[in-house]
């Protein structure tokens, strides 16, 4: 049996390892607390953009749900009723963005009085729609009561400019 003991001088013998036992456990203590600091980090960033990856999501889900299919409903356009008709690329960050920017002040907007229309790329008629009146994703068109075309933008713009425009537009008729 081996018994460890300290030698004069403070060295400590018998375990064929040098140093202090007490500052070689410190040490592991202080390494080992680091490291679960380091990884306790790592997981709440990891989390907190999980949890903001999923409330975005789930506030473009309900935003469109709140919406109805009738937004992606072109004929309405020229109903008598001004019109904005975003040209929308599912898979293109900008126009997710631009439509979550809209979602997000449709409400304040009576469909009565303007509508906040949608044409899907994905779909044929948004395809079709968009071709006839030559305009690519990320593009909004303003049309009049009657249905004829009066402007358009092409770009991202914040929830504040569009509440502005869409105002303008709507006061035009």
């Known amino acids: 049996m081996i018994i460890d003991e300290f030698k004069p001088g403070g060295r400590?013998?018998?375990s064929g390892k040098s140093g202090n036992p007490l500052k070689r456990n410190a040490r592991?203590?202080?390494?080992a607390r680091a490291a679960v600091k380091?990884?306790?980090?790592k997981l709440a960033i990891i989390i907190s953009a999980t949890l903001a990856g999923a409330s975005a999501l789930v506030l473009l889900i309900v935003g469109f749900s709140n919406n109805s299919s009738d937004v992606y409903d072109l004929?309405?356009?020229?109903?008598?009723?001004?019109?904005?008709?975003q040209i929308h690329d599912p898979n293109c960050p900008i126009c997710?963005?631009?439509r979550g920017n809209?979602?997000?002040i449709a409400d304040d907007f009576d469909n009565q009085q303007l509508q906040?229309?949608?044409?899907?790329l994905n779909s044929d008629e948004g395809r079709n729609f968009a071709e006839r009146y030559n305009?690519?994703?990320r593009t909004l068109l303003y049309f009049n009561p009657a249905g004829d075309l009066v402007d358009l933008e092409v770009g991202l713009q914040s929830s504040a400019d569009l509440v502005r425009r869409f105002r303008e537009h709507q006061s035009d008729f």
Request: charged share 20%; proline share 3%; net charge positive.
């Open 102 to 104: 809209i979602i997000a």
């Open 96 to 98: 997710v963005q631009l």
């Open 12 to 14: 400590y013998m018998g």
């Open 75 to 85: 004929s309405r356009v020229g109903n008598g009723i001004p019109a904005v008709v």
């Open 28 to 31: 592991k203590r202080t390494v």
């Open 116 to 120: 906040l229309l949608v044409a899907d």
């Open 135 to 137: 305009a690519g994703f």
């Open 38 to 41: 380091r990884r306790n980090r």
